[in-house]
């Protein structure tokens, strides 16, 4: 009904920057929240930011500062800027939306996953 595609990952050094891409499709009547988050290896996923409809914003705090989401409603997209990547910045990064499927309820969806890895 509704899937999430992610793009942008990739292999960057230390203080480079990636543009993630979350794109959604499908029985869409409306997006509420959308946000990024990552798993490391070994760890837990962790919310890296997000934004709502309304386009307010929230950051772990690790990234407060380097990266910024956005979002544009119209073409049903979000994006992760990412500057100033570190080495614990390596993850695979997951789009999730809060979405209201036509003629069904609102639900959480989960795009596959993009890498990216900080490393020289």
């Known amino acids: 009904q509704v899937q999430l595609v992610e793009s942008g990952g990739g292999l960057v050094q230390p203080g480079g920057s990636l543009r993630l891409s979350c794109a959604a499709s499908g029985s869409i009547s409306r997006i509420y929240d959308m946000g990024w988050y990552r798993q490391a290896p070994g760890k837990q996923r962790e919310l890296v930011a997000s934004?709502?409809?309304?386009?307010?914003?929230n950051y772990a705090g690790s990234v407060k500062g380097r990266f910024t989401i956005s979002r544009d409603n119209v073409k049903e997209t979000a994006y992760l800027q990412m500057n100033s990547l570190k080495p614990e910045d390596t993850a695979v990064y997951y789009c999730?939306?809060?979405?209201?499927?036509?003629?069904?309820?609102?639900?959480?969806?989960w795009g596959q996953g993009t890498q990216v890895t900080v490393s020289s």
């Open positions: 999730k939306a809060d979405v209201q499927v036509v003629a069904r309820s609102r639900t959480d969806y």
């Open positions: 934004i709502t409809e309304g386009g307010s914003t």
